[in-house]
């Protein structure tokens, strides 16, 4: 009689991942900052073209965007700890609230020549950043930490 040996696989979990809240949180707050940015060179058309109450729209859109940013910040900071999430994150949240300060002070001090280049950066930026937190990478915890 001869005994064969089966190999016993390697047992592997389910890749860890990130807890659904803080992801959610990420993805509340960039969609809309994102739609803000593509949103607030529609409202300038408006207000350059003869709708003057469109200036105040235009700053509190602003207004909005700052704080949704920071608040991004906040939220990127939880996706590393407790959420055991790509620390660069933070790193990322945090080029996209100055950049959008930036934007906002640009815009008050009427440095348009700087003001409507970079809107078209912070634009792409806060697009990236609500693509990637619905996109599998960003569930995704890092292993061992
Ligand atoms: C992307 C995000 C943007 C933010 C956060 C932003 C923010 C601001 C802020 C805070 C002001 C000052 C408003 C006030 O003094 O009441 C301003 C002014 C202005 N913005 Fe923007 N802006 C953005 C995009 C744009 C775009 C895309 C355009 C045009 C293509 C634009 C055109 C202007 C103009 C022309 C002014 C000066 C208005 C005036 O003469 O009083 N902005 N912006």
């Known amino acids: 009689m001869s005994t064969t040996t089966t190999p016993v696989p390697e047992t592997v979990g389910d890749p860890p991942t990130i807890p ?28 350059v073209t003869g709708d003057v109450a ?22 990127a900071v939880l996706y590393w700890r407790p959420g ?17 300060a930036a934007q906002a002070v640009l815009g008050a001090f009427r440095i348009l020549e700087l003001h409507f280049p970079l809107a078209f950066v912070v634009a792409a930026a806060a697009v990236a950043f609500a693509r990637w937190s619905v996109s599998p990478a960003a569930r995704r915890a890092e292993a061992g930490r």
Not at 22 to 46: C, N
Not at 54 to 75: G, I, Q, Y
Not at 84 to 98: C, D, E, T
């Open 84 to 100: 055991r999430g790509s620390g660069r994150l933070v790193l990322r949240a945090g080029i996209l609230f100055l950049l959008v």
């Open 54 to 75: 469109m200036l105040l729209v235009h700053a509190l859109v602003a207004v909005f965007m700052a704080l949704a940013s920071l608040s991004l910040v906040v939220a």
């Open 20 to 47: 659904g809240w803080i992801t959610w949180t990420l993805r509340v707050l960039a969609f809309p900052l994102a739609a803000s940015a593509i949103v607030q060179p529609i409202v300038a058309g408006l207000f």
